[in-house]
């Protein structure tokens, strides 16, 4: 009887540090905002991908003057991930790690000639 109880336990330890480790796989995600400072429109491409060559967003839109645009992409659970925000004579760069930060939060600013860019990990694993 004692011998079976001590089975029944081990066997929760493992399922629980299974369901643990399952939880890791959890796709990342980036929340990006595309801000226009200048006086006129942009028209901005925005990529995200994989340091395995993956491509979870490409996509282009026209940003009015005084507008911010938010993308939201769900990128993989693991790896070197970078967004790449251009425009016809500009360019603003991000990259994290999808194993350590789960949810980036990036914003990138164009207006008078300038590009600006900052990223944050907000949820890590």
């Keep these: 009887m004692e011998r079976r109880r001590l089975l029944a336990a081990s066997a929760t330890v493992v399922a629980g ?25 942009v028209d901005v491409d925005v990529v995200v991908e994989g340091d395995d060559g993956t491509t979870y967003e490409e996509e282009s839109d026209r940003v009015d003057a005084g507008v911010a645009r938010a993308f939201e992409v769900v990128v993989g659970a693991t790896g ?13 760069r991000l990259a994290w790690d999808a194993g350590t930060c789960q949810l980036y939060d990036a914003t990138t600013v164009v207006g008078g000639g300038t590009v600006e860019v900052a990223g944050e990990c907000v949820n890590s694993r």
């Design 17 to 41: 540090g299974v369901a643990g480790c399952l939880g890791s796989d959890d796709p990342g995600r980036l929340d990006l905002t595309v801000r226009n400072d200048g006086d006129g429109p």
């Design 80 to 92: 070197r991930h970078e967004v790449a925000v251009t425009g016809p004579d500009w360019e603003g």
